[in-house]
């Protein structure tokens, strides 16, 4: 069975950090890129991170760049967003997901989800 979990969200206020993190099984982690992607409350979804098969690329939304740090162990299965400087505009429900293949910001191509944990900036 095919699982990716995500912890680390919760309430912080802006200019806060935090470190989500995504276990994952059921599949060939090593042989699929990862993504992070958002959800604010009564917006549609918002591709916000990915990092390649390998590590050997990853990629930004414009407006995280600077601020959030996407990695991966390979070793533990487990994709990771270091989220820096938080702002209000931050808050949603972050989702880790699953392709293979060819890096794509479309979150509607990825295969695999979480359900996703709550990030909330607020002072």
């Known amino acids: 069975e095919v699982q990716l979990v995500e912890s680390g969200g919760g309430l912080v206020q802006p200019g806060g950090s935090l470190r989500l993190s995504c276990a994952a099984s059921?599949?060939?982690?090593?042989?699929?890129?990862m993504y992070w992607v958002r959800q604010a409350p009564g917006k549609g979804l918002e591709w916000v991170s990915a990092?390649?098969?390998?590590?050997?690329?990853?990629y930004y939304a414009e407006s995280m760049k600077g601020r959030f740090t996407i990695s991966r162990d390979t070793a533990n299965n487990t994709v990771y967003l270091q989220m820096n400087n938080l702002k209000p505009e931050d808050t949603a429900v972050y989702y880790c997901a699953a392709k293979r293949g060819r890096y794509s910001p479309s979150p509607y191509e990825y295969e695999y989800w979480g359900r996703g944990t709550q990030v909330t900036v607020s002072s």
């Open positions: 990092i390649r098969w390998d590590a050997g690329s990853t």
């Open positions: 059921g599949f060939t982690f090593d042989a699929y890129g």
